[in-house]
């Protein structure tokens, strides 16, 4: 689902979001970053350029981030709700001794993930990274509590739809991941 609203270029007001709805976020005046900070929930962060429909994964956020980064000038930004979300964007001054990122952290990390060299080596450096970085420890494993669609998977590991169902189905027959499909939750066993 698409909504019409956009972010306020100071913001500071709390955006709710329901799962898997969108909003693009405005662009900051010259010499500003953007600053997300999540209340509760996860977003995804995408970007297209704006003669092609299709959009891709840079990064993801929860309730732990301060997200800050600078609007890259080539694309423009979309916010999408991975679970029922609120969170807060504010335009902030860039500072000249912080230079951090969080879009190009992420977008490092994510090559990372698409440079493993077979599919099944991909996805669980991916599920490892988005459970470090967005989950929990419980005394089951590693928890995500909440789950990608695999043609969201297969967009971020570089892979088709029906390539990725097979080989998390592989994953879940080796027991390297359980997913529990009714809480829509990923756990990893702990080693």
């Known amino acids: 689902m698409n909504t019409e609203h956009q972010h306020r270029k100071k913001g500071g007001r709390?955006?709710?979001?329901?799962?898997?709805?969108?909003?693009?976020?405005?662009r900051p005046q010259a010499g500003e970053n953007i600053e997300i900070t999540v209340k509760n929930g996860v977003i995804r962060i995408a970007g297209n350029q704006s003669n092609n429909a299709k959009d891709i994964t840079l990064a993801f956020a929860c309730r732990a981030d301060a997200f800050k980064f600078h609007y890259p000038e080539d694309l423009e930004i979309t916010i999408e709700a991975i679970t029922d979300t609120t969170y807060i964007v504010k335009s902030i001054g860039k500072k000249g001794s912080d230079t951090s990122d969080?879009?190009?952290e992420w977008i490092i990390q994510l090559h990372i993930v698409?440079?493993?060299?077979?599919l099944e080596n991909r996805l669980m450096?991916?599920?490892?990274?988005l459970i470090t970085r967005l989950g929990k420890r419980t005394s089951e494993?590693?928890?995500?509590?909440?789950?990608?669609?695999?043609?969201?998977?297969?967009?971020?590991?570089?892979?088709?739809?029906?390539?990725?169902?097979r080989?998390?189905?592989?994953?879940?027959k080796t027991?390297?991941?359980y997913i529990d499909e009714l809480k829509?939750?990923?756990i990893l066993p702990v080693d």
């Open 184 to 186: 829509g939750q990923i």
């Open 14 to 26: 709390p955006i709710s979001l329901n799962s898997y709805e969108t909003v693009r976020l405005e």
């Open 125 to 129: 450096t991916f599920f490892r990274l």
């Open 141 to 165: 494993g590693l928890l995500l509590e909440h789950t990608l669609p695999h043609a969201r998977i297969a967009e971020i590991v570089g892979s088709t739809r029906s390539t990725v169902s």
């Open 114 to 118: 698409r440079n493993e060299t077979n």
């Open 175 to 177: 027991q390297q991941i």
């Open 167 to 172: 080989t998390i189905s592989t994953l879940r």
């Open 102 to 104: 969080a879009i190009m």
